[in-house]
């Protein structure tokens, strides 16, 4: 698209064009040689009729059906939830089409990235110790053992707020009133270099504290067990401390039989204890302490070698959507993920209720029919389970959402899918299973960012691309996450959370292809260790297990 272009439209059979910048009432747009006037103002990211649309109308982006008019819009009148509500189409099984037009990947060819290799033949990107809990009574030691380990081995973040705090605190006890605190000119601490790390090869111990294991349902414990796993057995994990309470849902034979179940000859170096039987709490955290310690010891002694990109394993994800995720970042990733897939790599897209209404692409797409029955069973059901606890995929929009242009769940699903690429399905997986063969692999779980992304690594995302239209700052303890703005003035605005600007293509600096290149290039610098994205340095550690039928 040229610098010039003030509109886009996506799809030949769309009936709606998205506004590039903000347009005033009464513009003259030029569409197929006839000329009309926008009724509406209507605001970048926005979307406006191109003909008079009746009620009822049915109204198509991406060339899919993602809403109908529930009263007369005219012709250049914008598009609002006031005037259009959610509507796609059905699904079912239908014709294998798995033919695709796999993209020049030889600016690539030969290209390798320096990782962890794991003896099951994954290789990390990094390489994490991990502390983790079997149920939420056991955060608070979880939290004992944080406070003793971090910042004496080297691994506290850089960036403190103490001496922030000391300019207030000497604020008040100058007798300051409240308004002239709030007028004050505080200046911000400097960055405080990490202090040496004891163990080089390892990049960090992460806690992952969570509120479930006991009080819910078994089959939520049972998938926190699986999830546990599937960061035990993750190839950015060293090795694991597991704190245990002894009398939860969630116990440790669920979780030894979720690991042999991902890597049946299990060697990583691990520490399980149980509370109720080592006894007194002293007791626990010195045998915490000393056991991973030896533990990291142990661990310190693998070290990055070359490995082929076909060993990246990259999730697909998108928090914060605007109405440009769709045209410029989301296209972007589907570039790199068929680039990989080209390179015989695997990629994730995750996010089930932001799949309603291209079910029947993906469907199609799926290598087998079995492999198709499964992805339309787990979407049906997911949705099912969602209206009857009174919601549905179609509440999926958030008011953020709302408020950039995604005004519909299939507006913006039909943009969300474009992170997939157009490479055939692999493999369908449910949470929280393990990815296991190449190529595209879709993975059952909600709509959420951090509970997706959560996700996406415990089933073996080593990398994560995160779009993002209105900034998040979501990241992974284990898996850097590197996130991707859809648009400049978003990426001007917090540069601190993101890192690549995609806005680029929406401007017609670059092509979407020529963007998919620079972010794998930018992947493989990440993957090798030479860049930290902005969710690693500044300790973005979100970790959130899904509560099934819980959240969209």
Same mark, same amino acid.
């Given at each position: 698209?040229?610098?010039?272009?003030?509109?886009?439209?996506?799809?030949?059979?769309?009936?709606?064009?998205?506004?590039?910048?903000?347009?005033?009432?009464?513009?003259?747009?030029?569409?197929?040689?006839?000329?009309?006037?926008?009724?509406?103002?209507?605001?970048?990211?926005?979307?406006?009729?191109?003909?008079?649309?009746?009620?009822?109308?049915?109204?198509?982006?991406?060339?899919?059906?993602?809403?109908?008019?529930?009263?007369?819009?005219?012709?250049?009148?914008?598009?609002?939830?006031?005037?259009?509500?959610?509507?796609?189409?059905?699904?079912?099984?239908?014709?294998?089409?798995?033919?695709?037009?796999?993209?020049?990947?030889?600016?690539?060819?030969?290209?390798?990235?320096?990782? +962890?290799?794991?003896?099951?033949?994954?290789?990390?990107?990094?390489?994490?110790?991990?502390?983790?809990?079997?149920?939420?009574?056991?955060?608070?030691?979880?939290?004992?053992?944080?406070?003793?380990?971090?910042?004496?081995?080297? +691994?506290?973040?850089?960036?403190?707020?103490?001496?922030?705090?000391?300019?207030?605190?000497?604020?008040?006890?100058?007798?300051?009133?409240?308004?002239?605190?709030?007028?004050?000119?505080?200046?911000?601490?400097?960055?405080?270099?990490?202090?040496?790390?004891?163990?080089?090869?390892?990049?960090?111990?992460?806690?992952?504290?969570?509120?479930?294991?006991?009080?819910?349902?078994?089959?939520?414990?049972?998938?926190?067990?699986?999830?546990?796993?599937?960061?035990?057995?993750?190839?950015?994990?060293?090795?694991?401390?597991?704190?245990?309470?002894?009398?939860?849902?969630?116990?440790?034979?669920?979780?030894?039989?979720?690991?042999?179940?991902?890597?049946?000859?299990?060697?990583?170096?691990?520490?399980?204890?149980?509370?109720?039987?080592?006894?007194?709490?002293?007791?626990?955290?010195?045998?915490?302490?000393?056991?991973?310690?030896?533990?990291?010891?142990?661990?310190?002694?693998?070290?990055?070698?070359?490995?082929?990109?076909?060993?990246?394993?990259?999730?697909?994800?998108?928090?914060?959507?605007?109405?440009?995720?769709?045209?410029?970042?989301?296209?972007?990733?589907?570039?790199?993920?068929?680039?990989?897939?080209?390179?015989?790599?695997?990629?994730?897209?995750?996010?089930?209720?932001?799949?309603?209404?291209?079910?029947?692409?993906?469907?199609?797409?799926?290598?087998?029919?079995?492999?198709?029955?499964?992805?339309?069973?787990?979407?049906?059901?997911?949705?099912?389970?969602?209206?009857?606890?009174?919601?549905?995929?179609?509440?999926?929009?958030?008011?953020?959402?709302?408020?950039?242009?995604?005004?519909?769940?299939?507006?913006?699903?039909?943009?969300?899918?474009?992170?997939?690429?157009?490479?055939?399905?692999?493999?369908?997986?449910? +949470?929280?299973?393990?990815?296991?063969?190449?190529?595209?692999?879709?993975?059952?779980?909600?709509?959420?960012?951090?509970?997706?992304?959560?996700?996406?690594?415990?089933?073996?995302?080593?990398?994560?691309?995160?779009?993002?239209?209105?900034?998040?700052?979501?990241?992974?303890?284990?898996?850097?996450?590197?996130?991707?703005?859809?648009?400049?003035?978003?990426?001007?605005?917090?540069?601190?959370?993101?890192?690549?600007?995609?806005?680029?293509?929406?401007?017609?600096?670059?092509?979407?292809?020529?963007?998919?290149?620079?972010?794998?290039? +930018?992947?493989?610098?990440?993957?090798?260790?030479?860049?930290?994205?902005?969710?690693?340095?500044?300790?973005?550690?979100?970790?959130?297990?899904?509560?099934?039928?819980?959240?969209?």
């Amino acid at each position: 698209m040229s610098q010039k272009e003030i509109f886009l439209r996506i799809h030949p059979h769309d009936n709606v064009l998205v506004a590039l910048q903000n347009l005033e009432a009464g513009t003259i747009i030029n569409f197929e040689g006839e000329n009309f006037p926008l009724v509406d103002r209507v605001a970048a990211k926005h979307k406006f009729a191109i003909n008079k649309l009746a009620q009822g109308a049915e109204i198509y982006m991406y060339g899919v059906l993602v809403g109908k008019a529930t009263v007369t819009i005219p012709k250049g009148g914008l598009l609002t939830t006031a005037n259009v509500h959610h509507a796609s189409e059905g699904f079912h099984l239908g014709e294998r089409k798995l033919s695709w037009h796999q993209p020049d990947a030889s600016n690539f060819a030969g290209k390798t990235f320096n990782g +962890y290799h794991r003896a099951d033949g994954s290789v990390g990107t990094a390489n994490y110790w991990i502390v983790v809990p079997l149920v939420f009574c056991e955060n608070r030691n979880i939290q004992v053992l944080k406070e003793a380990l971090v910042d004496k081995l080297g +691994y506290k973040k850089a960036k403190s707020y103490e001496g922030d705090v000391e300019q207030l605190m000497e604020l008040y006890q100058a007798g300051k009133s409240v308004e002239e605190i709030l007028n004050a000119d505080i200046q911000l601490s400097a960055d405080k270099p990490n202090s040496k790390r004891l163990f080089k090869n390892i990049d960090g111990i992460k806690f992952l504290n969570h509120s479930m294991g006991c009080g819910g349902t078994k089959d939520d414990s049972d998938a926190l067990c699986g999830l546990i796993a599937g960061y035990i057995t993750h190839p950015n994990v060293a090795g694991a401390t597991v704190l245990s309470l002894g009398c939860q849902h969630a116990q440790v034979s669920i979780l030894q039989a979720e690991i042999a179940k991902r890597d049946p000859a299990f060697s990583k170096p691990m520490v399980i204890l149980e509370q109720q039987k080592v006894g007194t709490e002293s007791e626990l955290l010195k045998q915490a302490l000393k056991q991973t310690f030896a533990g990291l010891v142990q661990a310190n002694q693998t070290q990055r070698e070359p490995a082929p990109l076909s060993k990246l394993c990259i999730g697909m994800e998108c928090g914060g959507s605007d109405g440009f995720s769709g045209i410029s970042a989301n296209p972007a990733l589907g570039y790199v993920s068929d680039l990989l897939v080209t390179m015989g790599g695997s990629v994730i897209l995750a996010e089930f209720p932001e799949l309603c209404g291209v079910e029947q692409e993906l469907s199609d797409r799926c290598a087998d029919v079995e492999t198709a029955n499964r992805f339309m069973q787990l979407m049906t059901t997911y949705n099912a389970r969602a209206e009857a606890d009174g919601s549905g995929f179609y509440a999926n929009p958030s008011p953020g959402n709302i408020r950039d242009g995604l005004i519909t769940d299939a507006i913006k699903s039909a943009g969300a899918a474009k992170k997939g690429g157009t490479s055939p399905v692999t493999a369908v997986l449910d +949470y929280p299973e393990k990815v296991t063969r190449p190529g595209l692999n879709l993975l059952c779980t909600p709509g959420s960012d951090v509970e997706s992304t959560t996700a996406e690594v415990g089933s073996g995302a080593n990398i994560v691309l995160f779009t993002t239209g209105l900034g998040t700052p979501t990241g992974n303890p284990i898996t850097p996450v590197i996130k991707l703005s859809t648009n400049t003035v978003m990426f001007e605005r917090m540069p601190d959370i993101i890192d690549i600007n995609c806005g680029t293509i929406i401007e017609g600096e670059e092509t979407i292809q020529q963007a998919g290149e620079r972010i794998l290039n +930018y992947v493989i610098q990440v993957a090798n260790g030479e860049i930290e994205p902005k969710s690693v340095k500044l300790g973005q550690d979100d970790f959130i297990p899904w509560k099934r039928g819980v959240s969209l």
